[in-house]
């Protein structure tokens, strides 16, 4: 059974740093990419960033390229996405989404499971 739980989400004043994992079991972590998104309540999904199976590819939104970093170990089965430079409207909640394959990260087709959930919200 596939299982990704999402952790790090928390308060965070403007311009700090959070650092999300996303710790994943029930399949061979190494062999599929990764998403982070967010849902954002009024405006649904967005996609922020993706990693190939390998980490060697890695792919940004505009909205947070330059702020956010993916990374994953999979010697631990776990996903990272560094944000720092957090601003107010980043505030939602962060969801680790499974692709159905090593590549395409940005493709919603491409994905197949989804975690429940961090909530970060950034407020002064």
């Known amino acids: 059974q596939v299982q990704l739980a999402e952790a790090g989400g928390g308060l965070a004043q403007p311009g700090g740093s959070l650092r999300l994992s996303c710790a994943t079991s029930?399949?061979?972590?190494?062999?599929?990419?990764m998403v982070w998104a967010r849902r954002i309540p009024g405006k649904g999904l967005e996609w922020l960033s993706g990693?190939?199976?390998?980490?060697?590819?890695?792919f940004y939104a505009d909205s947070v390229k330059g702020r956010f970093t993916i990374s994953r170990d999979n010697a631990k089965s776990t996903m990272y996405l560094q944000m720092n430079n957090l601003k107010p409207e980043d505030t939602a909640l962060y969801l680790c989404?499974?692709?159905?394959?090593?590549?395409?990260?940005?493709?919603?087709?491409?994905?197949?499971?989804w975690g429940e959930g961090t909530l970060v919200t950034v407020s002064s």
């Open positions: 989404v499974k692709c159905r394959g090593p590549t395409g990260p940005m493709n919603p087709g491409q994905w197949d499971a």
């Open positions: 990693i190939t199976n390998d980490g060697a590819d890695t």
């Open positions: 029930g399949f061979a972590f190494r062999m599929y990419a």
